[in-house]
């Protein structure tokens, strides 16, 4: 199993982050509440149930898991923004964090109205064309490409819906590229991926763990990974970026939030708890089978990352015009 030389300095002794001893006697008092912003069934969700019982254990409480899928991560990211702030229910969201403020109108709530505690997974994703497109390699797709667009007949990509993080990873895709790619949404990560294997769209930027078994398996074929760094699991790919869209470096993700205003000792907390669960072997290991990375980063560093994807997400949704429609 790869497990990212990141991965190794996140998993650092726990002391590196001190807690207060007024948090550690007082916090959390009763059961904690993980509201999920999707459905059963999902990797994220497996992730998440693997390490509630560590994170239960360490905190002293345990961590119960609800799914509130739906409306862009609404419904959760809606009940817990209005939970109190003490700690004791967080949000456990993933890119689409970054892009439903875009994306949805007249919310009870702000998407200001949380406090980052830690990016839990990064999720690497896979250019995957289907085999009968006359490309064999990343230079001749981004040449077909430029071809077909400017006769008029542009290359056409799946994604699990309008707003979803595949969506997003094709319009950076065409901003980068400089030519027209046309996008057909589907409902769902899986229906993107079976319309690609039938031939009914050219391509799909979706997560290296839905594609990966197809590309080896030859009924897909891999031309590009998302990341900035080739991928372990398929070293003979190009990044886009080696193949000229500079700047190209889209993930999928997974955090946790907690109620704006939650105090820092509790984040910390919280943050550490997660951190060593995280790492857990078991929890490792499943991450590896379904193309996670573990990230486990600081509360700042996860606010800093947040408010880039923010930045970025918006200037694409204007750009394109992105719309749930």
Do not use: C
Request: charged content about 15%; glycine content about 10%.
């Amino acid at each position: 199993m790869f497990i990212p030389r990141r991965a190794v300095i996140a998993a650092a002794p726990l002391l590196a982050y001190p807690l207060s001893s007024e948090a550690q006697a007082v916090f959390p008092t009763r059961p904690l509440r993980a509201i999920l912003s999707f459905p059963p069934g999902g990797a994220i969700d497996a992730v998440t149930r693997l390490i509630a019982p560590r994170v239960g254990e360490l905190l002293g409480q345990p961590l119960v898991v609800e799914n509130r899928g739906g409306a862009v991560g609404s419904l959760a990211a809606g009940t817990v923004a209005a939970s109190p702030a003490d700690g004791h229910t967080l949000l456990f969201d993933a890119s689409q964090h970054a892009a439903a403020p875009f994306l949805l109108n007249n919310l009870s709530f702000s998407y200001d109205s949380f406090a980052p505690v830690t990016q839990l997974t990064s999720v690497p994703l896979l250019l995957a064309a289907h085999p009968g497109l006359p490309a064999q390699t990343l230079a001749e797709f981004l040449a077909l490409g430029r071809a077909r667009a400017a006769a008029g007949r542009p290359l056409t990509y799946a994604s699990g819906g309008n707003g979803a993080s595949t969506h997003y990873a094709g319009v950076l895709f065409q901003n980068l590229a400089g030519f027209e790619v046309l996008h057909v949404p589907f409902r769902g990560g899986g229906p993107a991926v079976q319309a690609l294997l039938a031939g009914t769209v050219d391509f799909h930027i979706g997560t290296a763990g839905s594609t990966a078994a197809m590309v080896r398996e030859g009924r897909l074929r891999g031309l590009a990974v998302s990341t900035a760094a080739r991928l372990p699991a398929f070293p003979e790919l190009p990044t886009l970026q080696e193949g000229g869209l500079a700047g190209y470096d889209w993930n999928e993700w997974g955090g946790v939030f907690a109620p704006a205003g939650t105090p820092a000792p509790m984040i910390d907390r919280l943050h550490a708890a997660l951190r060593e669960a995280l790492f857990q072997p078991v929890v490792l290991e499943r991450l590896s089978t379904i193309g996670m990375v573990p990230v486990a980063s600081t509360p700042n560093d996860f606010a800093a990352f947040v408010r880039d994807q923010k930045a970025l997400t918006g200037r694409l949704t204007r750009e394109a015009r992105v719309t749930m429609d």
